[in-house]
């Protein structure tokens, strides 16, 4: 059966393939094969990962969000705007895709769809060639549709720092969002002008930030510092409104957001301290906007919360940033003055967030303490951390003065070896000396001069002479008889 490719024309209607020009449509166009499909066939399933992106072309398409395949969330026409982008954008995939009625598909390679966003502003040139899928798997962009994740991608620019640089400063207007791609930043905020500024928690990759002041269209309240060198991506401020908050806020009438609480949700009061001590709504817990991130990571992911304020510009911010970190969170509409639900006094006991809904309400604690109490933890661990760094360095240094005792014990011995060496071959030398003296002496005392044997020779015949001179009666007789002597031994 031969193979039918995508026209131009239809390649130009998806998304981001709009963006290119006839000459690059066509070359990727003889890539892409038009698929068949048939009712109820499997288009893929929750879990796969197959690096390809799914557009529909003809027909329709089911997507099932769970694991029972037939609890049908959302079904995609052929004919509408939703059939313009991927049927889904992650790997391994979030859902079941299945076909409704007989109809065509094609499945373009990630890889193309990088290569195509890539190149849409040069300074998105990075090394890590998986940035843009790093990007689209983050926690925010989770439930963020299709067209606006591309148009917010095009319109990033990239923004390198060094460490020890102020990204945003405290007090400045916010006019970029920052999405961090690597390196490691701090948050810090100071109160007051004569004490040293807080650290309220730390960033690092595939984290954003600077999106409070954009959405309570305020200023900042605290400054980011990088800690490392690192890269940045980040987003004008229309942008970000346009393309990522109004897509991801869900703002609920009060009527609404009250049949949720009484169903489990929370109530976040985002407002400052002494604003929440002057009135709040029954059962809220204090979470100051400022302090959010700094217990984050306590909240409980199976409740969803709903954040409130006095305008509802720090609701949105506050649940931007509870939504950044994956829970579940909607907003009170307009606020408390714009529905006319103003807080006066106190109410009933506040539930705490970070248990299950279900729990015993407890006593209001407000951020301020949290903050401090966390404040407290976060000392005791950097001391800890420097007893621990402290005790490591002593037990380094006694490691090294230890190998170096060894080492010197080891040059002692190899030393002493060598001394004793030296005196066993002395004392050999020394021995051979003296043994060859006493053998020199030993000859010495037994050898016999021959003038001694002369005289010696003389004096016995001298004496011989004597004793026998009337046998002898003369020399002659003498000889005679010592030749008598030696004719007889021999």
């Given amino acids: 059966m031969e193979k039918k490719h995508i026209s131009i024309k239809k390649l130009k209607s998806l998304i981001p393939f709009d963006s290119l020009t006839d000459d690059k449509l066509r070359v990727y166009a003889q890539n892409i094969v038009i698929q068949k499909m048939e009712k109820d066939d499997v288009i893929f399933s929750l879990g796969d990962?197959?690096?390809?992106?799914?557009?529909?072309?003809?027909?329709?398409?089911?997507?099932?969000?769970?694991?029972?395949?037939?609890?049908?969330?959302?079904?995609?026409?052929?004919?509408?705007?939703?059939?313009?982008?991927?049927?889904?954008?992650?790997?391994?995939?979030?859902?079941?895709?299945?076909?409704?009625?007989?109809?065509?598909?094609?499945?373009?390679?990630?890889?193309?769809?990088?290569?195509?966003?890539?190149?849409?502003?040069?300074?998105?040139?990075?090394?890590?060639?998986?940035?843009?899928?790093?990007?689209?798997?983050?926690?925010?962009?989770?439930?963020?549709?299709?067209?606006?994740?591309?148009?917010?991608?095009?319109?990033?620019?990239?923004?390198?720092?060094?460490?020890?640089?102020?990204?945003?400063?405290?007090?400045?207007?916010?006019?970029?969002?920052?999405?961090?791609?690597?390196?490691?930043?701090?948050?810090?905020?100071?109160?007051?002008?004569?004490?040293?500024?807080?650290?309220?928690?730390?960033?690092?990759d595939w984290n954003g930030f600077g999106e409070e002041a954009i959405v309570a269209n305020q200023s900042r309240n605290a400054s980011i510092i990088s800690t490392t060198d690192g890269v940045l991506m980040r987003l004008p401020r229309a942008d970000f409104i346009n393309h990522i908050l109004k897509p991801l806020i869900t703002y609920l009438p009060y009527g609404n957001a009250l049949e949720l609480i009484k169903k489990g949700s929370i109530w976040l009061d985002v407002r400052e301290e002494f604003e929440y001590k002057q009135g709040h709504l029954a059962r809220s817990y204090n979470l100051p906007l400022a302090t959010i991130r700094s217990v984050i990571?306590?909240?409980?992911?199976?409740?969803?919360?709903?954040?409130?304020?006095?305008?509802?510009?720090?609701?949105?911010?506050?649940?931007?940033?509870?939504?950044?970190?994956?829970?579940?969170?909607?907003?009170?509409?307009?606020?408390?003055?714009?529905?006319?639900?103003?807080?006066?006094?106190?109410?009933?006991?506040?539930?705490?967030?970070?248990?299950n809904a279900s729990s015993i309400p407890l006593t209001p604690i407000t951020a301020e303490s949290q903050l401090k109490a966390s404040?407290?933890?976060?000392?005791?661990?950097?001391?800890?951390?420097?007893?621990?760094?402290?005790?490591?360095?002593?037990?380094?240094?006694?490691?090294q003065e230890a190998i170096e005792i060894k080492q010197k014990a080891s040059n002692d011995i190899k030393q002493a070896k060598k001394i004793l060496s030296v005196a066993e071959l002395k004392n050999k030398v020394y021995k051979q000396w003296v043994d060859q003296y006493q053998e020199e002496n030993q000859l010495k005392s037994s050898a016999v001069s021959p003038r001694l044997i002369v005289l010696v020779s003389l004096l016995a015949i001298l004496l011989l002479s004597i004793y026998y001179y009337d046998e002898f009666l003369s020399l002659e007789g003498l000889f005679q008889y010592l030749h008598n002597i030696f004719m007889q031994k021999s």
């Fill in 49 to 204: 990962t197959d690096y390809y992106y799914y557009y529909l072309l003809q027909g329709d398409i089911s997507l099932t969000l769970s694991e029972d395949a037939g609890n049908i969330n959302y079904v995609i026409h052929s004919k509408t705007e939703a059939s313009r982008y991927q049927i889904d954008t992650h790997q391994p995939h979030r859902c079941h895709a299945k076909a409704q009625t007989d109809g065509l598909y094609i499945k373009v390679h990630r890889k193309i769809i990088k290569d195509i966003l890539s190149p849409q502003n040069s300074q998105l040139k990075q090394d890590d060639e998986f940035w843009v899928t790093k990007l689209l798997n983050a926690k925010i962009f989770k439930n963020l549709p299709g067209q606006h994740i591309y148009q917010f991608i095009k319109r990033m620019e990239l923004y390198p720092v060094n460490s020890g640089c102020f990204v945003v400063k405290q007090g400045e207007q916010g006019d970029y969002y920052y999405f961090i791609t690597s390196g490691h930043f701090e948050i810090i905020r100071q109160d007051d002008a004569d004490k040293p500024a807080i650290k309220i928690t730390e960033l690092s």
């Fill in 297 to 355: 990571k306590r909240l409980n992911p199976k409740i969803n919360y709903i954040t409130c304020c006095d305008t509802g510009s720090r609701s949105a911010a506050a649940a931007f940033i509870i939504h950044e970190a994956g829970h579940q969170v909607s907003i009170l509409s307009g606020g408390f003055i714009s529905t006319g639900k103003i807080p006066k006094g106190q109410h009933e006991k506040s539930v705490d967030p970070f248990l």
């Fill in 375 to 399: 404040m407290i933890v976060d000392s005791a661990r950097q001391e800890a951390q420097k007893i621990m760094s402290d005790a490591e360095i002593i037990r380094y240094q006694a490691k």
